[in-house]
C-alpha cells in the first residue's frame, strides 16, 4: 500500500484541479490518495475561501463516485493548530466528513515562517525551534488531528539549531505515543533549503522504536509533485524496520503492508 495524503488543489494554495493529479497518482504507483487543502481559523490567501468550502468538498465526493478510478479517494484537510483556538478547529473539524486531518504548525505567534524566510534573520535559532516544537507539543496533546504533518517543518529554509535536536525529539514523541496520533513522513522537503524529509532519519528511526504509526505525504501543490521521491521514502522506512503504513477512512485508522 502506497498512500499519498498530503496534496493540496488550487481551493486552497495548489496550482492543479484535481483530475491532474488523478492521471499523475497512476504514474507514481500511488494507491490512495488523499486531498488535503489547507484550513485554518486565521485569515490567510492560502486556505480555502469559507464560501468555496462546500464546493470543494462537492468536488471531491464526485470523485469518489466516478467508475474506474485508478487510485481511491480520501477527502482530508490540512488544518493549522493555533494555541488557545482548540474549540474554534474541533468546531471547523466536525463541520466536515473527513476522512483524515492533518495537523500542521505554520505560524510562531502572528509570524507565518513558512512564507516569510526573512524574519528569520537575526532571530536566536535555537529559541526559535524551542518555541516551534513547544506549539507542535500542544498540536499534539490536544487530539484534534490524525496526522501531524512535517513535524520539524521549521528548518525549512536551511536553519538548523545548534544543539542536538534530540532533546526536543524526545518530548514530541512522547506526546505521540500518549496520544496514539501518526506522524507524516513529507518528502517536499527534498526541494526546500534545507534538502531533508520532514523529519529526517534519526526522528523517524526513534518513532519506530517508539511504536509511532508512519503514513506518506507529498505536500504536492502541483500533479507532477504526487508521489514525489516516495521511492527513497519507502526505502527509508524499510531500512528503519517500519512494515507497514497508516491508513484513514472516516477518521479511523488502519495499518497496511508498506
Not at 468546531?91 to 505560524?107: C, K, Q, T
Amino acid at each position: 500500500m502506497t498512500p499519498d495524503y498530503h496534496i493540496h488543489t488550487y481551493f486552497s494554495d495548489g496550482i492543479s484541479p484535481h483530475h491532474s493529479y488523478l492521471n499523475q497518482a497512476t504514474y507514481a504507483c500511488i494507491d490512495e490518495m488523499g486531498f488535503s487543502d489547507h484550513f485554518s481559523i486565521l485569515d490567510s490567501q492560502w486556505t480555502v475561501r469559507n464560501d468555496e468550502i462546500l464546493d470543494m468538498h462537492e468536488r471531491v465526493q464526485t470523485i469518489k463516485k466516478m467508475e474506474n478510478l485508478p487510485v481511491e479517494i480520501r477527502f482530508g484537510a490540512e488544518i493549522d493548530y493555533i494555541p488557545g483556538k482548540e474549540k474554534k478547529i474541533r468546531n471547523l473539524i466536525r463541520s466536515l466528513p473527513f476522512d483524515y486531518v492533518i495537523g500542521s504548525v505554520h505560524f510562531i505567534d502572528n509570524w507565518n515562517f513558512d512564507t516569510d524566510p526573512r524574519n528569520f534573520d537575526g532571530r536566536n535559532i535555537d529559541e526559535l525551534y524551542d518555541q516551534y516544537f513547544s506549539i507542535v507539543r500542544k498540536a499534539i496533546n490536544s487530539q484534534l488531528y490524525d496526522i501531524i504533518g512535517h513535524i520539524d517543518l521549521i528548518k525549512k529554509f536551511g536553519h538548523f539549531p545548534s544543539t542536538n535536536p534530540e532533546r526536543w525529539h524526545k518530548k514530541l514523541i512522547r506526546s505521540l505515543k500518549h496520544t496514539g496520533s501518526t506522524i507524516e513522513l513529507n518528502t517536499s522537503g527534498l526541494n526546500k533549503p534545507c534538502r531533508e524529509f520532514y523529519p529526517d532519519k534519526n526522528f523517524i528511526s526513534a518513532c519506530f522504536h517508539s511504536n509511532i504509526p508512519v503514513t506518506l505525504g507529498s505536500d504536492a501543490h502541483e500533479a507532477n509533485q504526487v508521489g514525489q521521491y516516495f521511492g527513497k521514502a519507502k526505502e527509508l522506512l524499510k531500512s528503519i524496520g517500519y512494515r507497514q503504513v497508516a491508513t484513514f477512512r472516516k477518521r479511523k485508522r488502519k495499518m497496511e503492508a508498506l
